[in-house]
């Protein structure tokens, strides 16, 4: 989950925790946790949207996910969880719209889920790109990252502690495909690339690691080389920064 917040408007993208420990977190880091002016869901997993029933009936406010991620999330959630959330605003790839002052892009990530998305988001002069949960980058969603200010992106696993790791071979599969999640190798050659990678963020943010098959230290080592790789007209002078499970990250201001 991520808060997306301007001078007059607050998002909060996906909803994957209890209420009570997003409460919790936000107060941590000395943030209130209402009002909110919408809930953007980016896919139906459960640790994308697990407690979104909770959340949305207290926030009160429009959430914002595709037709078909709504259908799985009535489907798979608890009995009568899914259709507790009652303010919803179906939404689809391509979509621009506007939430208070944040102007939001919706586009379509591969993943192996029923009509999953990412997002950007600009508001005074900033914009943020936020997309996880996605087996390789299409030429679409290197389009978005462009030409961010922060950026924050997958890098789920490490391939030779995932080869080795717990997981059955027919999961280990599917998160190396390509509707799977994005590897450390994948992200390094997007980062080296001049041409995929503009360089431009002030932060960029390695997200949604694998507590099994990954660690902090190999994602940033990895990024750091393939960022130490892009020619001296291109290099990237911002901050890179590592996202836990555990600890909320930030806040990031600008």
């Keep these: 989950m991520t808060l997306v917040e301007s001078s007059r408007t607050r998002l909060l993208v996906d909803a994957g925790l209890s209420r009570r420990e997003t409460f919790r977190r936000l107060k941590d880091l000395g943030i209130p946790a209402e009002p909110l002016d919408g809930i ?25 996910l595709t037709e078909p991620t709504h259908r799985e999330i009535c489907r798979t959630l608890p009995a009568g969880a899914g259709e507790k959330v ?10 621009n719209w506007t939430i ?3 102007e939001i892009d919706a586009f379509s990530i591969p993943h192996d889920a029923a009509d999953p998305v990412g997002y950007t988001f600009r508001a005074e002069g900033v914009k943020v790109a936020l997309v996880t949960d996605l087996g390789y980058l299409p030429e ?9 200010d922060c950026l924050i992106l997958e890098s789920n696993h490490d391939l030779e502690m995932l080869k080795v790791g717990p997981y059955p071979w027919s999961v ?3 998160v190396m495909s390509r509707i799977g999640h994005l ?7 997007f980062l080296a690339d001049p041409e995929a990678f503009d360089g431009r963020p ?3 943010v390695l997200a949604h690691l694998s507590e099994n098959n990954n660690t902090p230290e190999l994602a940033k080592i990895s990024a750091e080389e393939a960022l130490g790789r892009r ?6 002078r911002g901050e890179l920064l590592v996202a836990s499970q555990r600890v909320p990250l930030g806040p990031l201001v600008y």
Excluded: M, W, Y
């Design 100 to 102: 208070g002052d944040i």
């Design 172 to 174: 280990k599969q599917r």
């Design 231 to 236: 020619p001296e007209e291109s290099a990237f």
């Design 183 to 189: 590897s450390n190798h994948i992200v390094s050659e």
């Design 86 to 95: 009652e303010q919803v605003e179906h939404i689809s790839g391509g979509d």
């Design 202 to 204: 002030q932060r960029l």
């Design 40 to 64: 953007l869901i980016s896919h139906e997993h459960s640790d994308h949207c697990g407690g979104l029933p909770v959340i949305a009936k207290h926030a009160r406010c429009p959430v914002f």
């Design 140 to 148: 679409l969603v290197k389009f978005h990252l462009r030409e961010t």
